[in-house]
């Protein structure tokens, strides 16, 4: 609509609601610049929308609208606000966002009966002391300002139930948001935040706090990591008491034999040994420092690493901050001989912001200078990385002094004290605990004495297991409270489980055997090390330690013979290095099967290609259940740079390094769920183990092609989508010579980036195409299951193909609301309890039956709870309110579950029985009927509709975070009737992601 065709539209509007005395007037997207003089007359207003304009500026004469109730001023140009808006005395509800409003006029304050005020995607940088005057507020949104405080007026909005202050500037919240006692959602994403005060414990209703992208110190990211609850508890503990700390790493590494050891012991002032043992694994002891300045005491726990070029997958494990960096070598051996380049890479790949500092040893009269290109370490690193270069003698001169170690101990001092988490505070109880622990002589204790030491110092057993939770976040200590040979032990000392790691690592049959050891050779070798010096441990300890390892994505248990228990484990870091031949993986893929190609690049912080070094040793760990291999390791496939996986239906797939790249190849009747699978869970570990590098998901270039070599050019799947958004059709190859513009679409067909195809046609219709066949698919299996033969090679490639996109639709939904699981389950079913439900079209609340589902074998409680069906089932009262709002998850839920039902069984090989799948089945038929009746009519049912009922809330973050806290409000009513959750316990996946499942299911994690 043009601009003037605009205003002739408006004033006409406005004349005719003045003629009809309407109360509201509709005015959005006509291109209005400005209002017209006419809407002045129209006193008796309640709503008028003016979003998605281009006003800049409002005129006073807007105070005549007395009566107004709500105003949409939202999509605008406006940077100021009038005086005038003060006689706008009725309104409750005003939408500001997505303008240029830098201030707010301290008239606001006559707002009193104001109860949502939207402001996001503006420029504020602060807000006025007069919103104290809006004790009626009861939403108020601020994200993605330029806030960098908040005024202490903010504690008179007592009536507050969620704030969103995301994307800001904020350093520090002030205390005074303890008084706002109502709160329910407090969103603090994305701003500059290192601690909470601890006042926020006090806020009982709080049911979600999002701390996401913030500098936390660690001990309050651990606590965010396990919930918003654990994070009250956390500073519930701080508010009781604090001690400050002063306490870092002091990590030693290099290669062997260069004086690791001999320099941890002079920075600690120990007796000098002419000869010492080589490290095995890793040596902690306590080094002391002071700062030269302040006089501050610093401790530091000095962490000696072996240099064996085996180890360094595994030392990886122990970078953490804070910590202080020395990377030691010999100049008699040069600086490349050192390695020094390589062993900074490898820190800078694990802690980005981590600081360095160079020491070279064995200096001293007659010893060669060290000879070390200083500036180009520093070109390349950075000097905020690399913080000096220091030459040292070790070894005590006749006056008991070490050459260069008083100004080195004086560097690691100040680079200690300048970390950001040096001097932060910790709940005093659980730091007196901590010292407790770390100084006692034992390396583990019994789960149940370090409760008792908890208690010792008022730790009650709740307050004591986050404690654990956090302290094995942290690398403290370690302890897996949900694995059933780890939980009843405690590891006080990580270095004993990286020495009895190195002796598996440093043994030559292993090796010999491409990594497969019995265990009782790994028994032998933890009873009796073979290396002088070295002490044998327990035999109760050896399964402890098997576990551990697993738990590292160091090894798992493999199957040499179907009939027989295993006894045997694969080192994954020492499986073959060449490649052996691949069967049934032709030049093409089988007839019917499709291919399609990813390529994963690894890029540093510079965008320059990287390693992450011991990749594919974790991914043949944590892939196993995918190995050709996994009934018969005879069948396996894996080398040092690549491996083989079959997934059943969802296809075969090969990874393998194409120099640095991770090349993933999956060829399936149905390739993209495997493939976008796989991509994911190496872009995860790539960006969350190597924090300094990132993952770049490229595809390759396809015919025509410039150079007539398809496959070698490669594509940022991120850049086509962009080019794709700006709608380009073309993208120009990147190859040097070859001139090729390739079409975006046909690229992307070897990325699955589109949204699953519920999303394309509805959940509903989706499941209509499919449905009978999937009843057919659940028969299958039965038969199949009933003979005992292989469960999927029968199916026929559509068949396939629909399992593939069953389980896509799964996981879609599984990855909506990953944070709010965190304190609750996501998956449910539901019907009204009164059987009359659907002839109260105007219901005000009701009672629904919810029942809970295990998120591992997609199945409800009562069907795996044959012996007591009533538990995870309850009745709560909900309100048309929120039942309305949570109506486009439900939908999406309801409809996944319904396409999940009938395959449930694909994944656990548990098939129900007909009685209960058919009472599954109506009880989701029931709960899809009732949110349609309540909706009829509405316009969240126009949305929902089946041409379309990918609701928008997938679309976006602040729609996401609406669903979010529909889910915790149940999450809420929930834990009044069963704070157990009917039994399912929460447990964390490879990516740390929470899932709620049955206690069967809990060993698979």
């Avoid at 002045?40 to 005129?59: K, V």
């Avoid at 040096?422 to 100084?439: D, H």
């Avoid at 029942?851 to 007591?868: G, I, K, V």
Wanted: charged share 25%; net charge negative; glycine share 6%.
């Amino acid at each position: 609509m043009l601009g003037n065709e605009g205003d002739r539209e408006a004033r006409q509007r406005i004349e005719q609601a003045q003629q009809e005395g309407a109360i509201t007037l509709d005015l959005r997207e006509m291109k209005l610049r400005s209002l017209p003089e006419s809407i002045t007359s129209l006193t008796q207003l309640q709503q008028l929308n003016l979003c998605e304009n281009q006003l800049r500026s409002l005129p006073e004469s807007i105070a005549s609208l007395t009566q107004l109730q709500r105003l949409y001023l939202d999509d605008n140009q406006l940077r100021s606000l009038p005086e005038s808006i003060a006689s706008l005395t009725r309104l409750r509800q005003l939408y500001l966002h997505n303008n240029q409003l830098r201030s707010l006029p301290e008239s606001i304050a006559s707002l009193t009966r104001l109860q949502q005020l939207y402001l996001h995607n503006n420029q504020l940088r602060s807000l006025p002391e007069s919103i104290t005057s809006l004790t009626q507020l009861q939403h108020l949104d601020l994200h993605n300002n330029q806030l960098t405080e908040l005024p202490e007026a903010i504690a008179s909005l007592t009536q507050l139930q969620r704030v969103d202050l995301s994307e800001n500037q904020l350093t520090e919240l002030p205390e005074a948001i303890a008084s706002l006692t109502q709160l329910q959602h407090l969103y603090l994403d994305n701003n500059q935040l290192t601690e909470l005060p601890e006042a926020i414990a006090s806020l009982t209703q709080l049911q979600q706090l999002d701390l996401k992208n913030n500098p936390l110190n660690p001990d309050l990211a651990a606590a965010y990591e396990q919930g918003t609850e654990a994070v009250l508890q956390y500073l519930w503990a701080k508010a009781q008491a604090q001690i400050t700390l002063n306490e870092a790493k002091l990590i030693l590494i290099g290669e062997g034999e260069v004086g690791k050891s001999c320099l941890l012991g002079a920075l600690r002032e120990d007796e000098w040994l002419e000869s010492r043992p080589t490290t095995h694994g890793i040596e902690i002891k306590p080094v002391i420092v002071t700062h030269p300045d302040s006089g501050t005491e610093i401790s530091l726990n000095g962490w000696d690493f072996g240099g064996q070029p085996v180890y360094r997958s595994t030392h990886q494990l122990f970078f953490s901050a804070p910590a202080v960096y020395l990377v030691v070598w010999k100049p008699r051996e040069g600086p490349q001989q050192g390695f020094v380049k390589e062993w900074i890479t490898l820190i800078k790949h694990r802690a980005p912001d981590a600081k360095v500092l160079v020491v070279a040893t064995h200096g001293g009269p007659g010893q060669r200078q060290p000879d070390i290109d200083t500036q180009e370490i520093h070109d390349r690193f950075g000097s905020d990385t690399v913080l000096g270069f220091f030459h040292i003698d070790s070894k005590p001169d006749p006056q008991n002094s070490c050459t260069g170690l008083a100004e080195l101990k004086q560097k690691i001092a100040s680079v200690a004290a300048s970390l950001p988490e040096m001097g932060r505070s910790v709940p005093a109880k659980w730091q007196r605990v901590r010292e407790t622990l770390q100084t006692n002589d034992k390396a583990y204790l019994p789960y149940n004495d370090v409760l008792a030491i908890c208690a010792q110092q008022g730790i009650d057993k709740e307050q004591a297991e986050l404690f654990l939770r956090i302290s094995h976040t942290l690398g403290h200590i370690i302890h897996y409270h949900y694995d059933p040979i780890l939980r009843d032990i405690v590891i006080l000392k990580p270095d004993w489980l990286a020495k009895a790691i190195s002796f598996v690592l440093d043994d030559e049959l292993t090796r010999r055997r491409n990594g497969l050891v019995d265990f009782e050779h790994l028994g032998e070798l933890w009873s009796n090390p073979p290396f002088p010096g070295e002490n044998g441990y327990p035999k109760e300890l050896h399964p402890i330690f098997l576990k551990l390892m697993e738990r590292f994505d160091l090894s798992y248990q493999v199957v040499l013979d179907p009939a027989k228990p295993s006894n045997t484990s694969l080192i994954a870091q020492l499986v073959r290095d060449t490649r052996p031949e691949l069967p049934n993986w032709g030049e093409q893929p089988e007839a019917g099967d499709r291919q399609q190609v990813q390529i994963c690049r690894i890029v540093d912080d510079r965008g320059q290609l990287a390693v992450a070094e011991g990749l594919f040793y974790q991914l043949i760990v944590r892939l196993h259940k995918y190995s050709l291999g996994r009934c018969n390791y005879e069948k396996s496939i894996h080398w040092q740079r690549g491996l083989m996986l079959d997934n059943d239906y969802n296809g075969r797939a090969l990874l393998e390094y194409v120099n640095t790249d991770v090349k993933i190849t999956v060829r399936a009747a149905y390739p993209e769920r495997f493939l976008s699978y796989l991509t994911e869970e190496i872009k995860w570990l790539v960006e969350n183990f190597w924090e300094g590098l990132r993952c770049n998901v490229m595809v390759p270039c396809i015919a025509p092609c410039g150079k007539n070599a398809p496959g070698n050019g490669l594509f940022e799947v991120e850049k086509l989508i962009e080019s794709k958004k700006k709608n380009r059709h073309e993208y120009p190859c990147p190859i040097s010579g070859c001139g090729e513009w390739q079409n975006i679409d046909r690229l992307l067909n070897n990325a699955p980036t589109a949204h699953p195809l519920s999303q394309e046609i509805g959940i509903q219709q989706f499941r209509n195409i499919v449905k009978d066949e999937l009843k057919i698919i659940r028969e299958d299996l039965a038969i199949v299951d009933r003979r005992g033969e292989e469960r999927f090679q029968s199916l026929s490639q559509d068949q396939r193909i629909i399992l593939s996109k069953v389980d896509e639709e799964f996981a879609s939904l599984m990855q909506m609301l990953t944070d709010e699981a965190k304190d609750g389950p996501r998956l449910f079913s539901f019907k009204p309890v009164d059987p009359k439900f659907f002839d109260r079209p105007k219901w005000i609340s009701t009672k629904l039956q919810i029942t809970l589902w295990c998120e591992h074998s997609r199945q409800p409680l009562p069907a795996l709870n044959p012996n007591d069906k009533k538990k995870g089932v309850y009745e709560l009262e909900v309100s048309r309110e929120w039942f309305t709002e949570a109506a486009p998850y439900l939908k999406i839920l309801t409809g996944t579950l319904s396409l999940v039902l009938p395959v449930a069984a694909s994944a656990t090989k548990l098939m129900l029985d007909e009685a209960t799948y058919k009472g599954i089945e109506e009880e989701l038929d029931l709960g899809q009927k009732s949110i349609e009746s309540t909706l009829k009519g509405s316009d969240l049912a126009t949305n929902l509709s089946t041409d379309r009922d990918a609701p928008d809330w997938q679309q976006g973050e602040a729609a996401i975070r609406a669903q979010g806290s529909i889910l915790r409000e149940l999450h809420a009513l929930l834990k009044a009737k069963d704070p157990g959750f009917g039994g399912l316990v929460r447990v964390q996946n490879k990516r740390r992601e929470f899932l709620w499942v049955h206690e069967q299911f809990v060993e698979e994690y």
